[in-house]
């Protein structure tokens, strides 16, 4: 499947060691996930999004993109087309306004049904902007179109409440997960990352995720601005943190302190650089692999 990977930071950081210069950077894990890549991060007001159908470990865009992007909010994705053509449309992140998205995972019986169903609760306003053929993109308008019905600016102009995005978000994915089981399909596989550069949430729900908020050692320490919030190893890994990394599978571990999120959780980074920890709903089950799957990431 994907592979996720995104950070927002109290200060402006250098994406390019966690994209390719660390020897467990992203672009390694593109072997196994050739199926395109796009990196979008906040200049400001403004959004960037670079995305191409190539494979990122033999494309020298992917480094010159990953060596130029300075910011405080950058997310990345590699992709392993389950639904949809392979064409830059079809790549993540998913942008609207200030809004960035990405998705590891699949939505079954998109075309069975399902997949008309998810489209149909996007609100016509959405749709029209929907640009591929993706099971992701239908979700990113889907839960946008949620966050509107919530009172949640769907274009990220203004200031959001963390916790409440959150909230919408997990709402959502679990009506859709609920939805699938009347369909009789497998359920979704919805781990997604949401970002307007304001606030930061991530969820997890079918396959590993993990985050970061502490470090073993910074070697921007001395230069660094910021309290140093992300050395002491005697806080929890949420509260007051100077910055979030959420990946699907761990990169410059010798540095970073990583945790894995549990399957159904959410967290949710508010403008304070507060990370909020919403622990999975009581009757969560994380939902199964299809057979097939197993077997293919075995």
């Known amino acids: 499947m994907c592979r996720l990977f995104g950070f927002h930071s109290a200060i402006e950081s250098h994406a390019h060691g966690s994209l390719v210069g660390a020897r467990d950077a992203l672009v390694r894990q593109a072997i196994k996930h050739p199926d395109g890549w796009g990196i979008g991060w906040h200049e400001g007001d403004r959004v960037q999004v670079v995305k191409t159908a190539h494979a990122a470990v033999d494309c020298e865009r992917f480094r010159q993109v ?3 992007v300075r910011s405080r909010t950058v997310v990345a994705h590699l992709r392993k087309a389950t639904v949809g053509e392979l064409n830059p449309s079809n790549a993540h992140p998913f942008q609207h306004g200030r809004w960035l998205f990405a998705h590891n995972g699949s939505i079954w019986g998109f075309e069975l049904g399902l997949g008309s169903w998810l489209e149909g609760r996007v609100s016509p306003h959405m749709r029209r902007h929907i640009a591929g053929d993706t099971d992701s993109e239908r979700l990113f308008f889907f839960l946008l ?7 949640i600016d769907p274009l990220g102009n203004e200031p959001s409440d963390a916790h409440m995005v959150a909230r919408v978000v997990r709402e959502a994915l679990v009506e859709l997960d609920r939805e699938a089981r009347r369909w009789g399909v497998d359920r979704p596989l919805t781990n997604v990352l949401l970002t307007d550069g304001r606030v930061f949430i991530a969820h997890r729900a079918g396959f590993e995720l993990h985050f970061a908020t502490r470090k073993h050692f910074c070697a921007d ?5 910021a309290e140093k919030v992300c050395l002491d190893t005697s806080r929890p890994g949420w509260g ?40 999975p709903a009581a009757d ?15």
């Open 66 to 68: 990953s060596a130029s």
């Open 145 to 151: 179109t949620e966050l509107a019905k919530a009172g």
């Open 221 to 225: 320490a001395s230069t660094c601005p």
């Open 240 to 279: 007051a943190v100077n910055h979030l990394l959420v990946a699907s599978e761990p990169v410059q571990a010798d540095q970073n302190r990583w945790h894995e999120l549990a399957d159904g959780a959410t967290l949710a980074l508010d403008e304070r650089f507060h990370l909020h920890h919403i622990a």
């Open 284 to 298: 969560w089950v994380a939902p199964r692999l299809p057979t097939w799957l197993q077997r293919q990431i075995a």
